[in-house]
């Protein structure tokens, strides 16, 4: 199983950026997805998931309203749309996939989960 993330990079507060996670060796559809980030000198977060059945959405506190996560099962993809970003928003973004519920993989991540290597993603002036 490989997922690799692209999408990041530099941006400006109030700025907008994309992520994308493409997943090869399993069928994306019957598992949940979501996006994790690490910040210096901290521990890894998860953003946001969605369940495999896509009726169930997690965001954590400090992005909601802010970033949306989506999917494209016929591509085996994953998506995370972030809007006005702000400084406390960089660090390391991951994608993962496991299980199937988005709230368990979002707050109990799994070493069974499959997870991607992390693109970076630094918001400054």
């Known amino acids: 199983v490989q997922l690799v993330e692209s999408g990041g990079g530099l941006v400006q507060p109030g700025g907008s950026l994309r992520l994308s996670c493409v997943v090869s060796?399993?069928?994306?559809?019957?598992?949940?997805i979501g996006w994790f980030r690490q910040a210096p000198g901290k521990d890894r977060e998860g953003v946001s998931c969605l369940s495999s059945s896509d009726d169930s959405t997690y965001y954590a506190d400090s992005v909601k309203g802010r970033f949306t996560i989506s999917r494209d099962n016929t591509k085996d993809a994953m998506y995370l749309q972030m809007d006005n970003l702000k400084p406390e928003d960089t660090g390391v973004y991951y994608c993962?996939?496991?299980?199937?519920?988005?709230?368990?993989?979002?707050?109990?991540?799994?070493?069974?989960?499959?997870w991607g290597q992390g693109t970076q993603v630094n918001v400054s002036s």
């Open positions: 993962a996939v496991g299980g199937a519920l988005g709230s368990r993989l979002c707050v109990t991540p799994s070493p069974r989960d499959f």
């Open positions: 060796g399993i069928t994306l559809e019957y598992f949940a």
